[in-house]
């Protein structure tokens, strides 16, 4: 029988597989970021060990990062402290770091593919549930936590135990106004934040072939949402033109593209799960709920808890509708909104921006909100303002900021406050994630352009 | 890493699910560069409420959390597992666990067993009944006992070897590192380099 894309990668990165024993993998890239990374540090340190291949490790700076003044000190003394820590971590163990300021720096899940060091077939780990975003690559990628930062940082490799795998299939075509972010939170909404636990999701069809790598990449970015440390999409010409000319592309092309093309499913491979969804009946969707799996269109109404025949999914939804102060029956698009931020590693790249740029070209936004703009890293920010893009936003009423991950978690300045309600184009609507008390609801960057000229919850069909 | 054998404790019932790694701490507690203190961030939004679960006397000196379906979604973070450590507890019992939060609990040596949804609900109803019922996590023999009552739990015969020996994942990995040299120079040329040669 044939292999799965992600059985293949699996099998191709096995070290050393013995029976009642996890699979000792290869790691061929690992990324580093200031926040999960220091005790990881402290634990080499501790044991005499050494970081066995720098060759392979790439650091920035991205979640304390502040996105106005970068050219002060970081005025949050503990935020100033860990950044630091992290730099002198890359200095004492040889790591190329890129820093706040540098052209290079960014989230570190933007910054990775426009080096041109996520490439097809690869192992790509970091310690950020995240990293799942370069499976869009058809590369096996996944996030970890800081005893495997440490563990891959002193033998290049990871005991995992063999993950099951599922396909989901999108055929169709979207509709205008409907984006990638769309297919993501209907998949979720689907199969539940527990829906792909334990499995690789390997997304299909014809409506993930049409996507651009970056749309692609929103899709695998939130797979960890749906429960799956690891989302692939077999790589093609679309994957091989975004790496081509890129600066880590690689010198033999010819024998990297004949590999590559051999990334895919074999047509006698089994998956251990199917899941079909139509592109054609997909329409902008949002979360109302405090979990990425509480979403609806956008023209569905706050859905009413006693309708719901799972006591715990009841009690979740009662729970989520006080949370964020919603009652059922509201339609979605009556929900006033306080902020809209555009950025982070699931929809913070150039064509996210450009996107929202269409929508906001030559308008105002609602004086009742206030938008954030936050590239995913500096240097779609330097593309975006050679673009002139972000004199649209500035037009619009928006702030232009620099890059990191900003008011996606809220580890730095740029956070929600209490009560506050936001459009988010980002990954997670948990409780007080954008800030103690802010409620959070996520989007596609067309829907937050939308909702910043109107005030409430929108598509660009509303206009 | 310590040992896990056996712990015998209190039990706290958190009847909620899809808690989240944002919920166990959140972010703002992160930016420590130690493994210890983050016991005060631990469900530091829920403490602020009187009626949280951690808050009531009775329940003070719990060391097995018992949690609502899908415990640990969200982020990578070990922080949460640490959190709950700092905190006290010894073990989770949930009925699902998300993937990485799971592994990160077996790495730090945080005890997590998954038991079905009525046997959690049946623990609830005892411990919510009456706090002080004494609860044991056998790992060596892979159950739950309470009362008159004995739960088995599924684990795999590796982790549960390394949770009983304490060992260090990384030293086990290093006395393979012969494998781990011979596949490096196996590696295609064409992959990439983050450093000039």
């Known amino acids: 029988m044939g292999k799965t894309l992600a ?87 040889g790591i190329r770091l890129h820093s706040l300021g540098d052209v290079e720096q960014g989230i570190v899940h933007v910054v990775g593919p426009q080096l041109g060091l996520t490439q097809p077939g690869m192992t790509i780990v970091c310690g950020d549930s995240h990293t799942s975003t370069h499976g869009a690559f058809g590369a096996l990628a996944f996030g970890i936590g800081t005893s495997e930062v440490e563990h891959v940082l002193a033998t290049q490799t990871l005991p995992l135990a063999r993950p099951k795998t599922m396909a989901i299939n999108v055929e169709g075509t979207l509709k205008s106004g409907v984006s990638s972010k769309d297919i993501i939170l209907a998949i979720i909404a689907k199969i539940g934040t527990g829906g792909g636990q334990g499995y690789v999701i390997e997304y299909r069809g014809s409506a993930i072939r049409a996507l651009s790598m970056e749309s692609r990449m929103t899709i695998c970015n939130m797979s960890i949402e749906a429960g ?27 024998a990297a593209l004949a590999y590559w093309k051999s990334l895919h499913t074999d047509s006698d491979a089994k998956f251990d799960v199917e899941v079909n969804l139509n592109a054609d009946e997909l329409a902008p969707f949002v979360t109302w709920g405090t979990n990425p799996g509480q979403g609806l269109p956008l023209s569905a109404n706050v859905p009413n808890p006693a309708e719901i025949s799972d006591p715990a999914e009841r009690n979740a939804a009662e729970r989520a509708l006080t949370y964020m102060d919603l009652t059922a029956g509201t339609p979605l698009k009556a929900i006033k909104i306080d902020t809209v931020f555009l950025g982070s590693c699931t929809n913070g790249r150039i064509e996210d921006l450009r996107a929202a740029a269409s929508v906001v070209n030559g308008k105002k936004i609602s004086p009742s909100l206030r938008m954030l703009v936050v ?89 | 890493m310590d040992k896990f054998t056996t712990h015998t404790g209190t039990g706290v019932p958190l009847r909620r699910s899809n808690v989240d790694t944002d919920q166990i701490i959140p972010a703002v507690y992160l930016k420590r560069v130690t493994r210890s203190g983050f016991e005060d961030g ?26 609502g379906a899908d415990f640990g979604t969200g982020s990578s973070r070990e922080h949460a597992v640490w959190a709950l450590q700092n905190y006290g507890f010894k073990a989770v019992l949930s009925s699902r666990f998300a993937d990485i939060f799971r592994g990160n609990s077996m790495k730090a040596g945080l005890l997590t067993v998954i038991l079905t949804e009525s046997e959690i609900e049946a623990i609830w109803a005892a411990i919510e009944a009456d706090a002080t019922v004494q609860i044991t996590v056998d790992l060596e023999n892979r159950q739950v006992r309470y009362g008159s009552t004995t739960l088995s739990f599924a684990i795999d015969d590796y982790t549960r070897w390394r949770l009983i020996e304490g060992l260090d994942d990384i030293g086990l990995t290093l006395k393979h590192v ?20």
């Open chain 1, 7 to 93: 059985e293949k990668i699996w099998h191709e990165h096995i070290v050393r597989s013995a029976d009642g024993e996890p699979d000792v993998i290869f790691i061929d890239l690992h990324l580093i970021h200031e926040v999960t990374s220091p005790q990881a540090f402290d634990g080499l340190r501790l044991a005499g060990r050494k970081v066995r291949r720098a060759d392979l490790t790439i650091a920035t700076e991205d979640h304390n990062t502040p996105t106005i003044d970068i050219d002060k000190p970081i005025a949050d003394p503990v935020s100033r402290l860990q950044i630091e820590t992290l730099r002198n971590n890359c200095k004492e163990f």
């Open chain 2, 42 to 67: 631990l469900f530091s939004a829920w403490r602020s409420d009187p009626e949280f679960v951690l808050n009531k006397a009775e329940y003070k000196a719990g060391t097995i959390l018992v949690a």
């Open chain 1, 228 to 254: 799956a440390r690891a989302g692939v999409i077999a790589p093609d010409e679309t994957t091989f033109e975004y790496i081509k000319g890129k600066p880590h592309a690689p010198k033999d092309w010819d």
């Open chain 1, 375 to 463: 590239p995913g890293s500096a240097r779609v920010r330097l593309q975006a303002e050679a673009e002139g893009l972000d004199k649209i936003f500035l037009a619009a009423g928006a702030e232009w900021r620099n890059a990191g991950c900003s008011m996606c978690l809220g580890m730095n300045p740029d956070q929600l406050a209490p009560g506050e309600r936001s459009a988010s184009t980002s990954n997670r609507n948990f409780e007080g994630r954008q800030g103690k008390g802010g409620r959070t609801h996520l989007v596609s960057p067309l829907v937050a352009a939308a909702t910043a000229l109107r005030g409430t919850l929108s598509s660009p069909a509303d206009l």
């Open chain 2, 178 to 197: 012969d494998a781990i040299s011979a596949f490096e120079k196996a590696r295609p040329a064409y992959k990439p380099v983050t450093l000039n040669s």
